[in-house]
């Protein structure tokens, strides 16, 4: 559906109030988090859910993480064992998102599962996105509010980029926290497994390759127009370059090496370098450890050839 324009409006109670009423009626709306801003729309109404894949134009094999108050709502919609348990008492709310089993009569609306037996659940902490959630009495389904595999958004200025005239509404909170999407851990049985690094640090082992099973797993994502070279030490003549540390480029990710900045900066410069002049983009290295694997991972993503998107 298109808009004639797309609203920005400030977080306060008559914007959270508009935005309920929106949800309520089926339409999205991007609202900030904690990590980046997400489009929001009704978990449980499939032509809600439809039209976040309709703005997003996402592959709707890739699932949705579903948004709600509290663990007891969680409890409603997915089956936690002992592991998953202990997880969300030490890091809800938080940028941590569980894929648990679907409980038996779940009310979500199965495109948000993409047909899968599982359900991503995350109980945010960010002030406005618990408003709405509150305010609309609904769980809600919230990717990144951007096309699909474009740079994620954390400011309420980087929604409009790709959404402006896609979606009615902008809950502007400001620039986000953590800059970097939650943690992903899988908890479906067996030993738990990290299907995404994030902001949290999980003592979990990697998922190995193979079929999606939550947001953020495709081989392409998170993408700039422009070809990305990664681990750069210097610009060539047509790039611009991101640095890190010593590597100081047209903007830095974080001058003194602090991964926890650089997390929170990554995608505003990656929106910064799309839109120069310059037809290339080039990434400082990043270390490895702690945060880094996540910044990582997500500038391998990046990176990807665009023919591994879908």
Not at 143 to 165: F, K
Not at 286 to 291: K, N
Request: glycine fraction near 8%.
């Amino acid at each position: 559906m298109a808009f004639k324009r797309t609203e920005v409006r400030p977080f306060g109670p008559e914007t959270i109030a508009e935005a309920a009423a929106l949800i309520r009626a089926g339409q999205p709306v991007a609202v900030p988090t904690e990590t980046v801003y997400g489009l929001a729309a009704d978990a449980t109404n499939a032509e809600a859910v439809a039209r976040i894949y309709a703005a997003k134009g996402r592959p709707s094999f890739n699932p949705l993480i579903v948004h709600v108050p509290d663990l007891a709502a969680a409890r409603r919609l997915g089956r936690f064992e002992e592991a998953a348990l202990a997880l969300a008492a030490a890091h809800w709310p938080g940028p941590l998102t569980l894929v648990v089993p679907l409980a038996a009569d779940c009310p979500i609306a199965s495109l948000v599962t993409a047909g899968l037996p599982s359900i991503a659940l995350r109980v945010p902490a960010h002030p406005a996105m618990r408003a709405v959630l509150d305010a609309s009495g609904r769980p809600l389904a919230a990717p990144s509010a951007n096309a699909s595999g474009r740079i994620s958004p954390t400011r309420a200025e980087h929604v409009l980029l790709s959404l402006d005239g896609r979606i009615p509404l902008v809950v502007d909170g400001g620039p986000t926290l953590h800059g970097l999407e939650s943690s992903i851990v899988a908890a479906t049985g067996g030993p738990l497994r990290l299907l995404r690094p994030g902001p949290i640090l999980v003592p979990a082992a990697a998922a190995a390759g193979g079929e999606i099973e939550a947001p953020g797993m495709m081989a392409s994502h998170y993408a700039p127009a422009k070809p990305l070279r990664l681990d750069a030490e210097a610009a060539d003549e047509d790039e611009w370059l991101i640095g890190f540390g010593d590597v100081a480029g047209d903007a830095n990710l974080s001058p003194s090496g602090d991964l926890v900045e650089a997390a929170a900066r990554l995608f505003d410069r990656l929106h910064q370098a799309d839109a120069s002049l310059r037809p290339r983009i080039a990434v400082a290295q990043i270390p490895a450890d702690g945060l880094g694997a996540a910044i990582r991972d997500r500038l391998a993503r990046a990176a990807a050839p665009r023919d591994q998107m879908t």
